[in-house]
């Protein structure tokens, strides 16, 4: 910039009252006092999780996670049947909610159908979400049992001879339990790979199509792995909140002590033992309940971990 | 108006009376233009004018606007590109497109250039294809040793350079180009005027430019596109359409002239 002699050059400051500067510096050890408050928290929760765990784990020690003894009478405790029950629910949930929760979401990120009809069905799709657990659970009890156990026992009747199939059901049992929760995580997928099938950027579609793909093509070998990290982002959520889903799950599962390899069979899960027993239990049995909140936590941190590592190791490319 | 069509060589696309609508906006009027095979062609004009659109009618693009209308005839190797019996997948693999962005798909750069041939299950050695289609976009020295890293970590020349290998691969008759340098600094667009030259050799090149000297250097002929505003909209049109050399240095219409001299409205 040329400045002639006789120019006087303005000052850029702005003149700032202290007020105005002393705002400035609350207003950062406000926020950052918030931030670490959520991280105290956490950190809170589990060292005291973890202290009232410790006479459990020094007691049962692995074979908690192994064995299928819930016994309070003679203080013998241990989880394997729930551990067993979170993961069988959640992944029949996935099984049954990942195919149809991308197909939705691919549905609705097209335009398959008009704006006008579109909007409204995501917006419903969104609602299904908003339906309190205890709500789902009644649901289960009353309208999806009655007409699962006449399908199920059918099933049992033809394909009895596969394992998974083997007893029949009496109502409430593991099958229904992974059904409503697919039901109730089939909104998170969807929502989340919609959101991320959207943000595809234009310019690949087009690429795709001008080099003479189809429409399906363009879906499933360009848009989708575009978006994967944000879908498998959404299988993770979906994942965390089946594993963690507590009262629909107690309400529909028949809360029995047993890991049976047919998901007709009545069975438990790690949130649904937790409410269940919390207000009779003390001594060494709150200890047992929180070594098994413990390996919940543990559950759903490996869950998310591996869900990073893959996706790193395809957005690496 | 003038819409002189080139009559000396057998024309590998042709337009005849085309009108282009979005809706019951008239989007460009009346072109008449045919496009000669092995040689650049050349689409100048003002912002709006519709060289785009014309564009990518060609290889039916523009179907996926969903108010996309033309109506006319616009023939490819003599037969109706908008005959019910033309498939639009098919069209678009004898006509390749480039375009204004470098637009390469999140992929190691050998299954960028492999994604094409892969859809047509392409026979052949694909080693051998990815590494002449490469060599074909003048790329292939500079990324031989990296072909499993992402096209995407490339600079804008070379994704650039990197699409027209991408086009290349699927063996199109004809490669159309939406401003394909517009995006790109003043050497890797050098880079790519060069590599223009080469292709014309194999390929018959329509290219958009918004760069006059790029159309008087790297073009055979040249189509100059104006717009008017007309009650229902502004419509575009072919003002004039001939050799490059005339277009710029004899050009028979005032609008080309005041536009190829920089006296534009």
Redesign the interface.
């Known amino acids: 910039m040329v400045v002639s002699p006789n120019q006087k050059i303005e000052p850029m400051q702005r003149d700032r009252s202290p007020l105005a500067r002393n705002l400035d510096t609350a207003f950062v050890w406000l926020t950052g006092g918030f931030a670490s408050l959520i991280a105290i928290l956490l950190i809170t929760i589990a060292i005291r999780v973890g202290i009232d765990a410790s006479p459990a784990m020094a007691k049962f020690g692995l074979g908690f996670l192994f064995e299928s003894r819930w016994d309070p009478v003679t203080e013998v405790y241990s989880a394997f049947p729930q551990i067993y029950g979170t993961i069988v629910s959640s992944f029949l949930a996935l099984l049954l909610a990942v195919p149809v929760g991308i197909g939705v979401a691919i549905f609705l990120s097209e335009?398959f159908i008009p704006e006008k009809i579109q909007r409204p069905v995501v917006f419903l799709v969104e609602l299904l979400a908003a339906i309190p657990s205890v709500v789902y659970g009644l649901w289960g009890i009353f309208v999806l049992i009655p007409v699962l156990r006449d399908m199920g026992k059918g099933i049992h009747q033809s394909l009895g001879w596969l394992p998974f199939f083997s007893t029949s059901p009496s109502g409430p049992g593991m099958y229904v339990a992974g059904i409503i929760l697919a039901i109730m995580i089939l909104p998170i997928i969807t929502a989340i790979s919609r959101d991320a099938l959207v943000a595809v950027?234009l310019?690949?579609r087009?690429?795709?199509?001008?080099?003479?793909?189809?429409r399906w093509?363009t879906i499933f070998?360009?848009i989708l792995?575009?978006a994967f990290s944000g879908v498998v982002g959404g299988i993770m959520l979906a994942l965390g909140r089946a594993m963690g889903e507590t009262m629909a799950v107690t309400m529909v599962i028949g809360n029995a002590n047993k890991a049976s390899v047919s998901l007709f069979d009545q069975g438990s899960t790690v949130s649904s033992l937790l409410a269940n027993q919390f207000a009779e239990a003390s001594g060494l049995q709150v200890s047992s309940l929180m070594y098994a909140a413990i390996v919940l936590f543990a559950l759903t941190l490996v869950v998310n971990i591996l869900a990073q590592v893959v996706v790193q190791r395809v957005n690496?490319? | 108006m003038v819409t002189s069509s080139h009559p000396q060589i057998q024309p590998i696309l042709s337009s005849k009376d085309a009108n282009i609508y979005y809706g019951n906006f008239l989007a460009v009027r009346d072109v008449t233009i045919d496009i000669p095979k092995n040689s650049i062609t050349a689409f100048i004009g003002p912002s709006g004018c519709g060289k785009s659109t014309v564009l990518r009618c060609f290889?039916r693009?523009n179907d996926?606007i969903?108010t996309f209308k033309m109506r006319g005839r616009m023939n490819y190797h003599g037969q109706d590109l908008y005959s019910p019996e033309i498939d639009p997948?098919?069209?678009?693999?004898q006509i390749?497109?480039v375009?204004q962005?470098p637009?390469?798909?999140?992929?190691?750069i050998y299954?960028n250039i492999a994604?094409?041939p892969r859809?047509?299950n392409y026979k052949g050695d694909m080693d051998e294809l990815v590494e002449r289609s490469l060599r074909g976009s003048a790329l292939w020295d500079e990324v031989k040793d990296k072909l499993?890293e992402?096209g995407l970590a490339l600079s804008g020349g070379q994704q650039q350079r990197l699409?027209i290998a991408?086009?290349i691969a699927?063996q199109p008759d004809v490669i159309l180009m939406d401003e394909p340098c517009s995006a790109l600094d003043p050497i890797s667009t050098l880079k790519v005027e060069d590599l223009l030259q080469e292709l014309k050799e194999k390929y018959t090149i329509v290219i958009v430019t918004h760069n006059m000297q790029q159309a008087s250097r790297a073009s055979d002929y040249t189509a100059f596109f104006n717009v008017e505003q007309t009650d229902r909209g502004r419509t575009g049109h072919i003002v004039e359409y001939d050799r490059t050399e005339v277009i710029f240095q004899n050009p028979q219409q005032q609008a080309t002239q005041s536009y190829v001299s920089g006296r534009f409205g």
Do not use: H
């Open positions: 335009d950027p310019e690949l087009q690429a795709a199509y001008g080099l003479g793909a189809t093509e070998k360009i792995p575009a690496r490319i | 290889n693009l996926l969903k997948v098919a069209v678009r693999r390749g497109m375009f962005k637009n390469p798909f999140p992929k190691s299954d994604f094409g859809l047509v499993n992402s699409c991408r086009a699927m």
